[in-house]
Structures are given as structure tokens and as C-alpha cells.
């Protein structure tokens, strides 16, 4: 997502036509606030907006009251605004929507890869598994949809965490801390910086047995999807060797580049 110094402000907008000046142009500027509001961490100041958006004090004030009165942002104690409960029920929906055009990719992944196949959102500071194709091995992985994790362990994390300034992903493992889920688990940040650091030289990201011991998994990250997005095949290790990788990480990549296409064309649609 893009961050706020990268939107442009209203000064720099294409002028708006007298016919599409009203309430299209209040919902253009309503979904930017609110947008702003998610890459400042959820939680703002009107003057904060008023600076990123260029838009004046009136005219946030305004449209906030709205979001508020609609549920979609609350006031905090301090004046401040937060982003509000209703949204959850809408990233829900558009999950479950992602899943759903996720899941002939998915199937594609497992029919030449033979293992699980998985897509996972950046959601705060956690994964959510939002789709998932079992592979037909009898012995397999299996994560439950809508199953939450720590970044730091998992593929699908590495692989979106790359993604981030370190700065960021310091304070995020700040927040969360880095519990060790096996013995093989990553537990230091910089032991994670540096691990990073190879995911972004490789193009992809490796859980090895430091989730769950005995599985092994492979992950890319989908390129310009609109929300952080991930692709990852698990199995056992006796599987998922160094030789298997070498052959399913090119899947991953056109999997992920061609899931990334679609979601563009549905979200240009009309």
C-alpha cells in the first residue's frame, strides 16, 4: 500500500467536473482518508490527515463525522480517530472474496508441485491464512483457514516482512515479540534482518522445520496485490528437498505473477 508521502494531495489532483463534484468526489476523499488511516497504524489526528491529504481541516472534520456516524471510525478519548469495528466485517468479506479467486491458482500450484498449497495476508502484525488447497498425498500439511500467526516463523511472514524497512519490521517485532514455535525457530531480530535479507536475494522465503517440526515450506510474495499478499506450498521435508525447490520455486513465482494479474483486472473493472 502505498505510503502517505506517496498519495498525491488534493492541490495535485486532475480537477473535478461540476457533474462528479459531489458525492463521488466525498467518497473518493472518504476511502483516501481512510486509507491514510491504515498506513499511519490505524489511529490519527485531523491535523495529521489535513497534512498527508492536503485537504482542509473543514472538509476532514466533515467527512469524518460521517465515518463515525456510520461506524467505519471512532473518536478516541484523546480527539484522535481510529479506524472503527465496522471495517472488520468488510475485510472479512473481501478475504473470503480473495480466497475465492485465490483458489484455482492454489489448485494449479498443487497439481504441479504436489503439495498443500496456501495464500496468506499481512493482516496488522499477524499472518491469516485465507485459502488453502490440501495436497492429495496421504500424508500432507494442512492450516486451518482463517488460522493466525506469528511472521517471524512462518514462510508466508519472511516472504511479506522482506517486503518492509527494517525500521519496520523492528518495531513490529517489537510489538510482537518472536516466541520460538520449534527448536529451529528464528528468535533474534537480527538473526531475522539477515534472513531477510536472503529472501530478498533469493525472490523467495524458506520456513525449514521452524513452525512445525518435519515441514518445509516455500513462499513468494504476490507482486502488487492490493493488500500484502503471499503464496506458499508446505509438505514434508523428505519432500520439499533443496532439488524439489529448485523446481517449485519458478511455479510459485508464475503462479504468484499470474494471481497478481487478475486481481489488477478485477480490481479495474467497472
Given at each position: 500500500m502505498p505510503t502517505p508521502s506517496a498519495r498525491?494531495?488534493?492541490?495535485?489532483?486532475?480537477?473535478?467536473?461540476?457533474?462528479?463534484?459531489?458525492g463521488v468526489q466525498s467518497l473518493e476523499r472518504a476511502f483516501d482518508l481512510l486509507e491514510r488511516m491504515a498506513d499511519a497504524g490505524g489511529e490519527v489526528g485531523l491535523s495529521e490527515l489535513s497534512a498527508s491529504s492536503g485537504l482542509p481541516l473543514p472538509t476532514?472534520?466533515?467527512?469524518?463525522?460521517?465515518?463515525?456516524?456510520?461506524?467505519?471510525?471512532?473518536?478516541?478519548?484523546?480527539?484522535?480517530?481510529?479506524?472503527?469495528?465496522r471495517l472488520i466485517r468488510l475485510g472479512e468479506s473481501a478475504s473470503r472474496l480473495l480466497g475465492t479467486w485465490a483458489r484455482p491458482h492454489l489448485a494449479r500450484l498443487v497439481e504441479e508441485t504436489g503439495e498443500t498449497a496456501n495464500l496468506a495476508l499481512l493482516d496488522g502484525d499477524e499472518i491469516v491464512y485465507v485459502a488453502q488447497v490440501p495436497?492429495?498425498?496421504?500424508?500432507?500439511?494442512?492450516?486451518?483457514?482463517?488460522?493466525?500467526a506469528l511472521p517471524?516463523?512462518?514462510?508466508?511472514?519472511?516472504?511479506?516482512?522482506?517486503?518492509?524497512?527494517?525500521?519496520?519490521?523492528?518495531?513490529?517485532?517489537?510489538?510482537?515479540?518472536?516466541?520460538?514455535?520449534?527448536?529451529?525457530?528464528?528468535?533474534?531480530?537480527?538473526?531475522?534482518?539477515?534472513?531477510?535479507?536472503?529472501?530478498?536475494r533469493r525472490g523467495y522465503a524458506v520456513d525449514d522445520d521452524e513452525q512445525e517440526l518435519g515441514v518445509r515450506c516455500l513462499a513468494v510474495r504476490v507482486p502488487d496485490s492490493p493488500t500484502t499478499a503471499a503464496i506458499?506450498?508446505?509438505?514434508?521435508?523428505?519432500?520439499?528437498?533443496?532439488?524439489?525447490?529448485?523446481?517449485i520455486v519458478p511455479v510459485l513465482q508464475q503462479v504468484a505473477g499470474e494471481l497478481s494479474a487478475e486481481l489488477a483486472t478485477a480490481g479495474s473493472s467497472t
Amino acid at each position: 500500500m502505498p505510503t502517505p508521502s506517496a498519495r498525491p494531495t488534493d492541490a495535485a489532483a486532475p480537477p473535478v467536473s461540476p457533474a462528479t463534484s459531489g458525492g463521488v468526489q466525498s467518497l473518493e476523499r472518504a476511502f483516501d482518508l481512510l486509507e491514510r488511516m491504515a498506513d499511519a497504524g490505524g489511529e490519527v489526528g485531523l491535523s495529521e490527515l489535513s497534512a498527508s491529504s492536503g485537504l482542509p481541516l473543514p472538509t476532514i472534520h466533515r467527512l469524518m463525522r460521517t465515518l463515525v456516524s456510520c461506524g467505519y471510525v471512532r473518536q478516541q478519548a484523546n480527539r484522535r480517530y481510529a479506524l472503527g469495528p465496522r471495517l472488520i466485517r468488510l475485510g472479512e468479506s473481501a478475504s473470503r472474496l480473495l480466497g475465492t479467486w485465490a483458489r484455482p491458482h492454489l489448485a494449479r500450484l498443487v497439481e504441479e508441485t504436489g503439495e498443500t498449497a496456501n495464500l496468506a495476508l499481512l493482516d496488522g502484525d499477524e499472518i491469516v491464512y485465507v485459502a488453502q488447497v490440501p495436497s492429495r498425498h496421504s500424508v500432507r500439511m494442512f492450516t486451518e483457514v482463517g488460522r493466525r500467526a506469528l511472521p517471524h516463523s512462518t514462510g508466508v511472514g519472511k516472504a511479506l516482512l522482506a517486503q518492509l524497512p527494517p525500521d519496520e519490521v523492528r518495531a513490529l517485532l517489537g510489538r510482537t515479540g518472536m516466541p520460538p514455535a520449534t527448536e529451529r525457530t528464528i528468535t533474534t531480530v537480527e538473526g531475522l534482518l539477515s534472513a531477510l535479507e536472503d529472501v530478498r536475494r533469493r525472490g523467495y522465503a524458506v520456513d525449514d522445520d521452524e513452525q512445525e517440526l518435519g515441514v518445509r515450506c516455500l513462499a513468494v510474495r504476490v507482486p502488487d496485490s492490493p493488500t500484502t499478499a503471499a503464496i506458499s506450498i508446505s509438505g514434508p521435508t523428505g519432500r520439499v528437498t533443496e532439488a524439489a525447490t529448485r523446481r517449485i520455486v519458478p511455479v510459485l513465482q508464475q503462479v504468484a505473477g499470474e494471481l497478481s494479474a487478475e486481481l489488477a483486472t478485477a480490481g479495474s473493472s467497472t
